[in-house]
């Protein structure tokens, strides 16, 4: 699926859930836990759409693929350190995975 589609879903979940809005995940601030949530939002974006590193970061206002590649590694220690974003990944995960569904079925 198209890392951009995938990255509107995401956003969507995790503004729900963290109280940042899209502005804000999209924007330039490395302040915590914007900064740590905006990784785990890339990294459920390429999860999901199978994108290149390249397309998930211009998904994610432009950003280089070595940042995605960073967040990827980042979340992959961070999810089993850290129970609150592993909670929070397994809840944006239900949510966009259902989103998903819904537009796999209207498809056909």
Known sequence: MNPAVVANMVL??????????????????RRRPLAKYRLLAMTLTRWFSGGSHASVGTAFGNRSAWTSMHAEKQMREEVTRNK???????????????????LTTHEY
């Open 84 to 102: 609150k974003i592993h909670n929070l990944s397994a809840v944006v995960t239900r949510e966009v995975k259902a989103e998903m569904a819904k």
């Open 12 to 29: 969507d979940a995790m503004s729900r859930h963290t109280g940042f809005n899209r502005n804000q995940f999209m924007g330039r601030s």
